[in-house]
């Protein structure tokens, strides 16, 4: 683990200044929170899983033209990326009910949206993230219009683009949550990259064949196999040097 200083300690991840001003390192931790971390964990080897999967996620998005934060990934558990001014708003984009529009709504896990649904949620750990519409985001100016409606504009290019990568590996999108942030050039403009990280802590992943769970929710709903899930996930993807193979819920490692 780098010897740089912390620049901020979050639920799963540490971010230490990065080499220059402008980049910032982001060091995965094998914890794992529910409920705004009234739920705790440690998960052995999460960390570089969620690494792995982000690092690959990220540079795919970078090649579709969509701008990130994403410079590269430094080890097992550490990304250089570029450091910007994150917008306080997360933005869920679902495809499928599930979670907190459930029980909001009353509907039924697993029903089909007939187009994308994006949310909003202002980020603030202390009153829970609360839902927020985008008049509050521009009357709080927390984006202007033009961000806001870019953001909204990424948002769905990464859900089209990640539900056919998902879909090619046997997985349904059910949904995701990104942030935003701004980074500023030396003449002081400013443009939007995708921040943060993508992996199963912040995507619902269903299996195609038996909706089985392969994301944080094998822990927030204590079903167990988180572990084996987002190694499966990795392994789908391709990125793990070993090949393994995983049924749904017991690892088998193939020599
Ligand atoms: P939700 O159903 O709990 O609102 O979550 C929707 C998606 O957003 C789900 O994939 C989990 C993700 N998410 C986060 O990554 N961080 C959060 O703080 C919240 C509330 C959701």
Known sequence: MTKKKILYEGKAKTIFEGPDSNTIIQYFKDDATANNAEKHSIINGKGVLNNAISDYLMQKITDIGIPTHYIKKLNMREQLVRKVEIIPVEFVVRNIAAGSIVKRLGLKEGQ???????????????????????????????????????????????????????????????????????????????????????SPDNCRLWDIKTNNKMDKDLFRQDLGGLKEAYQEVANRLGILPEKKTYSSSKTEIVK
């Open 112 to 198: 089909l949206f007939f187009r994308p649904l994006v949310e909003h949620y202002y980020k603030k750990d202390e009153l829970g993230d609360p839902l927020i519409n985008e008049d509050h985001i521009i009357n709080f100016e927390w984006a202007s219009r033009d961000e806001l409606d870019e953001m909204q504009e990424y948002g769905l290019r990464i859900n089209d683009f990640l539900r056919g990568l998902f879909l090619g590996i046997g997985l349904k999108l059910v949904d995701f949550k990104i942030e935003f942030g701004r980074y500023f050039s030396e003449d002081g403009n400013s443009i939007l990259l995708l921040a943060d990280e993508i």
